[in-house]
């Protein structure tokens, strides 16, 4: 099959970096969740490894604690055949005071094709691909973006309603410091979805409303109408201080019930990043309910990020 | 190639599959992508017209295991494999459109063999045009072309291109 075909469907992807979903177009988000449909076929096959990235090494460098986002990559990595190395920074040249540039170099001079970088710092990802010529992957940086977990979002939810334009989608609780909100905020309306933030005020960033959204304050309004509702995480290990009053209180006014759920549309899906706080964002009748995605969340996950993995390292040499 | 000669070497091979076979309960068709597949299904319903009774059919996308990923200058796009049955002690028919170097072939006996373990693996091709570059033979072939380096055979069918035929032309 050395021969041209025409008629296909023919795309060619140039970035070497994933940093976020405000960097790509349309386009692009759609190709990569076209791609990952190939690779979601992969893991469910009784022998789940393919030959892609055969001979490539890739880096999870993580300055944050995360288990679920390093194991999926990890995961997505080895399923391409490529050799993965974990570096937490907790046990690195780190606590001695290398800088982000530095570490950066010190991987390229170890001929690391993929680094896979969560960092507390919004844009670091940005910085570390300007320095490198390895390809850089944000695996979540600060209250800015994290792309691949966005991407496994719409994926889910095109498998689910088999399409995101037009869609109605909510997303409900801490806007003001999460990652995953913006790069789903970028993705959804460039995918043509409509999208309306829910929380409480204080929790609502200044500006949001730039991107493109509506707001709003009062959750049976969020959930009205809506098709589907992304529940973010209570980052409750990020001191949020007097956000609001009690777990309780948050519960009461903002958590997903099956009370709630009964006045949606019937179909109305349910996801969340994960980890739950059960009794707080919602309740585990809904979370492990019939419209909750969670689980098949977590396995397309696997499927996004070997798309991801396999384009940008696919796309380098060709701009090399 | 006209549409009326495709269809008769596609009926030809399915034919000789029967021949060859004589049931169709442990064969199975498997099209490569995106042409090949194409031409699975279609020498598929021709085997069920002479059997009553329709093989299991299937497509592959060799993307992930092609050898030159690296070297492409065009980026394959991946797409979804389809086999939805199990390929273990099956006798299986690989279908594309054109061999040429081999080399698709060889991936997609590698991608195969991680579906499980066949009994037999057969290859079956609308066009030969020659140029192998690895040990790799059809058994069933829809019509040999003799062709240059400087030519390419190019293949549209109805599914993908609106209509069948073959034609052969000079490299751009």
């Known amino acids: ?30 190709f990569i969740l076209y791609t990952a449909e190939g690779f979601k076929e992969v893991t469910t096959r009784q022998i789940k490894k393919v030959p892609a990235l055969r001979g490539k090494t890739v880096m999870n460098l993580f300055y944050e604690p995360s288990t679920r986002t390093r194991t999926s990559f990890e995961l997505a990595a080895k399923r391409l055949s490529a050799d993965v190395i974990n570096i937490s920074t907790e046990s690195s040249s ?16 170890l001929k690391i094709d993929v680094i896979v970088v969560r960092h507390n710092c919004s844009g670091a990802p940005n910085i570390l691909a300007r320095a490198v010529r390895s390809s850089i992957v ?15 979002d719409m994926f889910t939810l095109k498998s689910k309603l088999g399409k995101i334009d037009g869609l109605n989608v909510s997303i409900i609780g801490d806007i003001a410091h999460s990652r995953v909100c913006r790069s789903n905020i970028w993705g959804l309306t460039k995918l043509g979805a409509k999208v309306t933030v829910c929380a409480p005020k204080i929790l609502i960033p200044d500006g949001i409303e730039k991107m493109g959204v509506r707001i709003t304050n009062d959750l049976d309004d969020a959930l009205k109408g809506a098709d589907a509702i992304n529940v973010l995480r209570m980052q409750l290990e990020r001191d949020l201080g007097d956000a609001f009053p009690s777990r309780l209180e948050y519960f009461k006014q903002y958590g997903i019930t099956s009370e709630r759920l009964e006045k949606c549309k019937k179909d109305i899906v349910v996801m969340h990043p994960g980890p739950i706080n059960r009794g707080i964002e919602m309740s585990s009748e809904v979370a492990d309910g019939p419209n909750s995605v969670i689980l098949e969340q977590v396995t397309n996950g696997i499927a996004v990020r ?15 | 190639m006209d549409p009326e ?17 004589k049931s169709v309960e442990d064969i199975a068709i498997i099209g490569i992508k995106n042409r090949g597949a194409y031409l699975g299904q279609r020498l598929a319903v021709k085997i069920e017209q002479i059997f009553g009774r329709k093989p299991n059919i299937g497509a592959l996308d060799i993307t992930l295991y092609r050898d030159d990923l690296t070297q492409a200058s065009e980026q394959p796009v991946v797409h979804a494999t389809e086999i939805g049955f199990d390929i273990d002690d099956k006798k299986i028919i690989l279908v594309d ?4 170097t081999g080399r698709t072939i060889r991936c997609a006996l590698d991608a195969l063999i991680d579906f499980g373990r066949p009994a037999k693996i057969q290859l079956a091709v609308l066009i030969d045009r020659g140029h192998r570059e690895l040990p790799i033979k059809a058994d069933y072939v829809g019509k040999n072309i003799p062709t ?25």
């Not at chain 1, 944000?138 to 496994?152: F, I, S, V």
């Not at chain 1, 070997?306 to 090399?320: D, G, N």
């Not at chain 2, 459109?97 to 040429?100: I, M, R």
């Open chain 1, 94 to 109: 780190v606590r001695k005071g290398e800088t982000l540039i530095d570490t950066g170099k010190n991987i390229e001079a």
């Open chain 1, 1 to 30: 099959m050395t021969n041209q075909k025409n008629g296909e469907k023919k795309f060619a992807w140039a970035k070497k970096d994933l940093l976020g979903l405000e960097y790509l177009s349309k386009e692009e988000i759609e």
């Open chain 2, 97 to 100: 459109d054109v061999l040429f």
């Open chain 1, 306 to 320: 070997m798309a991801v993995l396999y384009l940008v390292t696919h796309a380098k040499r060709e701009a090399a």
């Open chain 2, 148 to 172: 240059s380096l400087k030519e390419v055979v190019e293949v549209r069918l109805k599914e993908a291109d609106g209509k069948d035929e073959v034609v052969l032309c000079e490299k751009l």
């Open chain 2, 5 to 21: 000669a495709i269809n008769k070497a596609l009926e030809r091979i399915a034919h000789e599959i029967i021949e060859e076979f």
């Open chain 1, 138 to 152: 944000n695996a979540g940086d600060g209250w800015h973006e994290h792309p691949t977990q966005a991407l496994l």
